[in-house]
């Protein structure tokens, strides 16, 4: 199982209580905006802001809430002028990083990567760097309690790549395009994905183990605790145990 598997699955089961419910709500926000200024308002002809509200809908957070990000999208409502931008970079062991941010402020947004990539061993790249390592993918997790045979059969037919049992859960990998087709295939047949989100999955992982293995997940937390990054994609490979520890 790679490294950004065990991390996407335990940020689902941990993140909620981990994370302040102000901050899941302002990462989500920003998500809303981004994706209502890069394909509209409306959910139905854009389906990075049915991603957004899924997302927004698995935090709880209230629907007001979801609404006025979208009129703060579409500038009916003011508000900071958020844009999408990625940085790449190395962690410790020479681990490859790529990072998804909603900023108002990119000096701001370099300036806390640059001081916590150098707090554990890592640090920013030039554009293109490490991107070629990860490939877009979807991730779609569901409840383990399932029935695999039944599943397998659900989500191959809709288009998925793969159904593998992780964690205590299920999870689908299908091609980006494909997310939200495999995504309905399973509402259809009464099966609610747990979460359903666009990734980027490495190619190929580096193995770490020791002191370096515990440095990469500590600033896996500490990247994803900066209020304008909303994702970090790795390629570790580290014992399960270190991230359940965590």
């Known amino acids: ?13 941990k993140g909620a209580q981990d994370a302040g419910r102000a901050k899941l709500f302002a990462k ?3 998500e809303v905006i981004v994706a209502v200024k890069q394909g509209g308002g409306d959910p139905n002809a854009n389906p990075r802001l049915r991603t957004a509200i899924d997302k927004a ?3 709880s957070m209230p629907n007001d809430n979801i609404q006025r990000a979208i009129r703060r999208g579409t500038g ?8 999408e931008v990625t940085y790449e970079g190395y962690g410790p062991g020479g681990v490859a990083l790529y990072i998804e941010t909603a900023t108002d402020n990119r000096n ?16 920013l ?3 293109g760097c490490v991107a070629w390592l ?14 695999e045979e039944q599943l397998m059969e659900v989500v191959l037919e809709a288009g998925a790549d793969d159904l593998s049992r992780q964690n205590g859960t299920f999870e689908v990998v299908t091609a980006f395009d494909s997310l939200e087709q495999v995504k309905s295939a399973l509402t259809q047949h009464g099966i609610a994905p747990t979460s359903a989100q666009p990734a980027f999955v490495p190619k190929t992982t580096v193995a770490l183990e020791g002191d370096q293995a515990q440095r990469i997940v500590r600033l896996m937390h500490a990247l994803e605790d900066l209020d304008d990054v909303q994702t970090v994609s790795a390629n570790f490979d580290i014992p399960e145990e270190l991230l359940e520890a965590d």
């Open 76 to 83: 009916e409502e003011g508000g900071a002028n958020y844009e």
């Open 57 to 59: 809908r698995e935090v």
């Open 108 to 123: 701001r947004t370099v300036a806390d990567l640059r001081h916590t990539l150098g707090r554990y061993g890592g640090s």
């Open 125 to 127: 790249g030039e554009s």
């Open 28 to 30: 989500v926000t920003r």
């Open 1 to 13: 199982m790679s490294g950004h598997s065990k991390w996407h699955n335990i940020r689902l089961r």
């Open 134 to 147: 990860f490939e877009r993918k979807g991730i779609i997790t569901l409840e383990a309690s399932l029935e």
